[in-house]
């Protein structure tokens, strides 16, 4: 399976931008799909995820009410709908993939892992 993240971008604090992560290649075997982030000087940290099949989604508290996952499975794509945007959300965003039932939020457990889209949001 491969990935590819768009829709980063530069934005002003309280607005709003979609990322996009098309997936390709065998994506029957996927399971979940995720997105992290990795802001400058600190550690990839997970946002949200979603199970390829069926209703589950995950979020990290600090975007709970802000953040919304989605995927399209006819376009092989999941999107991260991000609204109300701080500056602490600035950061790289990267999209992942694993192909085993895995907890949502543990990096390791993904297999697969798309190149980063930027956010930044100005104060």
């Known amino acids: 399976v491969q990935l590819q993240a768009s829709g980063g971008g530069l934005v002003q604090a309280g607005g709003s931008l979609r990322l996009s992560c098309a997936a390709s290649?065998?994506?029957?075997?996927?399971?979940?799909m995720g997105w992290f982030r990795q802001a400058p000087g600190k550690e990839r940290e997970f946002v949200a995820a979603?199970?390829?099949?069926?209703?589950?989604?995950y979020y990290t508290d600090s975007v709970k009410g802000r953040f919304t996952i989605s995927r399209d499975n006819a376009k092989n794509t999941v999107y991260l709908q991000m609204n109300s945007l701080k500056p602490d959300d600035t950061a790289v965003y990267y999209c992942?993939?694993?192909?085993?039932?895995?907890?949502?939020?543990?990096?390791?457990?993904?297999?697969?892992w798309g190149r980063g889209t930027l956010v930044t949001v100005s104060s």
């Open positions: 992942a993939a694993s192909s085993m039932l895995i907890t949502p939020q543990r990096a390791p457990g993904y297999d697969r």
């Open positions: 290649g065998r994506t029957s075997s996927v399971y979940t």
């Open positions: 979603i199970w390829w099949s069926g209703s589950g989604t």
